[in-house]
């Protein structure tokens, strides 16, 4: 069993590797699990954008098992038979091994008399805020519903580890717009313009600053620009000029102070320059917190499984929008390492990939973690 299990997980992956698609829209990554999931005689239904499956009757507890299936807007860089054949998208986070795993604990779930009931979850848009989360839990995929849990690849930690922290593990992530106008003109007589790249410029650092000389160091976050746009010719001084960027913080009041701090950073950078500047803030999914009681099940499941077992001692400031889910249930998000001297390159990197022996250690972990919390 252990054999084929490892060649159904294997060509999986490798099939949603080759065609990923982003957010909501994944017609094909879809219509291959569906097809996946017939030709096992899993029945499904879909829901909120995504697809649940469910295993076991009767009046017992439900536990719910979730997976990810989009892909990031990145290009693939990797030279495998399994590249992604869609221009622009990559699994580039782990989604198509997530997906293989949760597929590998329904086949060995199968068949298996359970004192309840286990639900999971394929969801979509998992990478675009507001996620596709918060539609699959409108369309009431919790009904029933005493615990959650979730597996994500971490090529940080070692092959075959477990990560858990109970608490306080992922950030919350929030994004922003600022346009900045000017006044524009001709490049070899800056001084009768407002050069909007400039100031611009100047805002990128003083944002900076923000984080290390506004904020007590000890208190976790992070400011990035992830994107500048500005001007139309090498010879016209711009006239507007755009940072888009994200806010990761774990203090919820902080969160909160962050669009005034961000504010009243760009309004006085522009006022000196004689620029306007207008800020868009999109606050996006909340700090993950893992139940303490289920990290503590989960640790036991992870030994169970003969996995290495890692408490990890402090959060991340990547984001997950299981938080959403967690906000509503007690439950756990675990780290599954990945790292290993041939897969060295970090998740969302062109080039990410992993050692597909990881999958059935995923899959047999969720599946303990499901009939433990069936138990517990």
């Not at 989009?70 to 990797?78: C, E, P, S």
């Amino acid at each position: 069993m252990r054999d084929s299990l490892i060649a159904t997980l294997v060509n999986l992956r490798r099939q949603l590797h080759s065609c990923p698609e982003g957010g909501f829209a994944l017609p094909a990554t879809k219509l291959f699990l569906k097809d996946a999931l017939g030709a096992y005689g899993f029945a499904f239904e879909e829901l909120g954008g995504g697809l649940v499956a469910e295993l076991g009757k009767g009046a017992g507890k439900c536990v719910l098992l979730r997976a990810d299936l989009d892909g990031l807007a990145v290009v693939d860089g990797k030279d495998v038979p399994y590249r992604s054949r869609h221009d622009g998208f990559a699994h580039a986070c782990g989604h198509d091994g997530h997906t293989a795993m949760l597929f590998g604990a329904m086949l060995l779930l199968k068949g298996k008399v359970l004192p309840g009931r286990v639900r999971f979850m394929f969801q979509p848009a998992e990478e675009t805020p507001p996620g596709g989360a918060q539609a699959m839990l409108a369309a009431r995929v919790l009904e029933d519903v005493s615990a959650a849990f979730a597996l994500h690849l971490a090529p940080q930690l070692p092959f075959g580890s477990v990560g858990i922290k109970a608490g306080v593990l992922m950030a919350a992530t929030d994004g922003f717009r600022l346009l900045i106008r000017g006044s524009g003109g001709h490049g070899a007589m800056p001084h009768q313009t407002v050069d909007a790249v400039v100031v611009a410029a100047q805002v990128v650092l003083a944002l900076q600053a923000l984080v290390s000389r506004q904020i007590d160091p000890l208190e976790p976050v992070v400011v990035t620009i992830g994107k500048i746009t500005g001007g139309t010719a090498i010879n016209a001084v711009a006239q507007e000029a755009v940072l888009e960027g994200t806010v990761r913080t774990l203090s919820p009041e902080l969160r909160q102070s962050m669009p005034q701090r961000l504010r009243t950073v760009a309004e006085g950078i522009c006022q000196a320059f004689g620029a306007r500047c207008l800020l868009e803030y999109n606050f996006g999914y909340p700090v993950l917190k893992n139940d303490a009681a289920m990290a503590e099940l989960a640790a036991t499941a992870v030994e169970d499984s003969g996995l290495q077992l890692l408490m990890l001692q402090q959060p991340l400031l990547g984001g997950e929008d299981f938080a959403y889910l967690l906000e509503q249930v007690p439950g756990c998000l675990l780290f599954l390492g990945s790292g290993d001297e041939r897969f060295s390159y970090p998740l969302h990197h062109p080039c990410f990939d992993f050692d597909e022996a990881v999958l059935p250690l995923g899959a047999k972990l969720l599946a303990t973690l499901a009939e433990k919390a069936l138990l517990g």
